[in-house]
């Protein structure tokens, strides 16, 4: 049997380490914003992209995308269902009415960060909305694949038009569009596992990250390409330093990589409950109710902690497990 290599774990792990520390600390500082946004969700769509399955037959691709389902559906649902379920909780035990409830439970269904604005509240979706783009990308990925050296330019185009389609029509029911431009880097990760880019053009893209940073902003979730194709080509770029940076650190920081491998094998978990902790101020409500007042930077640290031991707990839930890892 062949062994698991560990660098895709190390960098799942540092990504959703990336992922809390721009939810965290990323608003109060921009550079360090800018670095985090510039390539850490493409991360996760390349490395799936990695190991994504190319068109075969018409019977084994519907296998495939059935597979994707009971993959990426199932964690979707149980978030957004211990989300609304909070809410409900926090209606008997604080009295905050059922707007949010409401809310929360018709976002599963829309579900765009520019939601409509509704007598309840405004639609929208948290760190999930991942998942169901996800989905969408990883699907729309194996007809693409039939196009062999097409694939990557055509994504480019439909990401680029539905970019465009977006600015007319701003919302993402069940994160189509957000699938769509996920896809040219579901589409790389699968290309160049068949066919490695040469060292020149992997230089060239770590220049685009470099200049991305400089000039550029990508935000995937609100829609903000600022200097399209310039952002997919530096995400990749970015993407393959924290490749060989989490190859360095397999080989020579034994210890660590260890920890950061186990992070991104339940990465999926501790992205979940990320979202659960941020719709339902888990953490600053703990602080309140204890009676603690605690600067920004303690309180945030508070909250890493807090969502990685839901995250290993939840994985350590037979039956829950399944869903995760």
Not at 28 to 35: A, K, R
Request: charged fraction near 10%; hydrophobic fraction near 55%; charge should be positive.
């Amino acid at each position: 049997m062949q062994q698991r290599d560990a660098t895709f774990d190390i960098m799942k792990g540092i990504g959703i380490l990336l992922v809390m520390t721009g939810h965290f600390f990323g608003w109060n500082h921009p550079w360090l914003s800018q670095f985090i946004l510039s390539f850490h969700m493409p991360l996760f769509f390349i490395v799936a992209g990695y190991f994504s399955k190319a068109y075969v037959d018409g019977s084994t691709s519907l296998n495939h995308v059935k597979h994707f389902s009971r993959r990426l559906i199932p964690p979707f649902v149980f978030t957004q269902f211990a989300i609304v379920a909070w809410a409900v909780l926090m209606v008997f035990a604080k009295h905050e009415g059922w707007n949010p409830v409401i809310r929360e439970s018709l976002s599963l269904f829309w579900a765009d960060v520019d939601g409509p604005v509704t007598p309840w509240g405004k639609l929208t979706i948290g760190v999930i909305w991942f998942l169901l783009a996800l989905f969408v990308a990883k699907s729309l990925l194996i007809p693409l694949s039939r196009l062999n050296r097409w694939a990557i330019p055509v994504s480019l185009i439909l990401a680029f038009g539905t970019i465009m389609l977006h600015k007319v029509f701003p919302y993402s029911i069940w994160c189509i569009a957000l699938g769509l431009t996920a896809l040219p880097f579901v589409t790389i990760g699968w290309w160049v596992k068949e066919h490695p880019f040469p060292l020149w053009l992997n230089l060239l893209c770590i220049g685009c990250w470099i200049a991305a940073m400089l000039i550029s902003r990508l935000e995937m979730y609100t829609f903000t390409w600022k200097c399209y194709p310039l952002d997919v080509l530096g995400a990749y770029g970015g993407t393959y330093c924290i490749y060989w940076i989490s190859k360095w650190v397999d080989k020579y920081l034994r210890p660590v990589s260890i920890v950061f491998a186990y992070l991104g094998l339940i990465s999926l978990a501790i992205m979940c409950v990320h979202c659960f902790e941020i719709a339902s101020h888990l953490g600053n409500r703990v602080m309140v109710a204890v009676g603690f007042d605690w600067q920004d930077w303690a309180l945030s640290i508070w909250r890493y902690v807090l969502t990685v031991g839901l995250a290993i707990a939840v994985v350590h839930v037979p039956g829950v497990k399944r869903l995760f890892v």
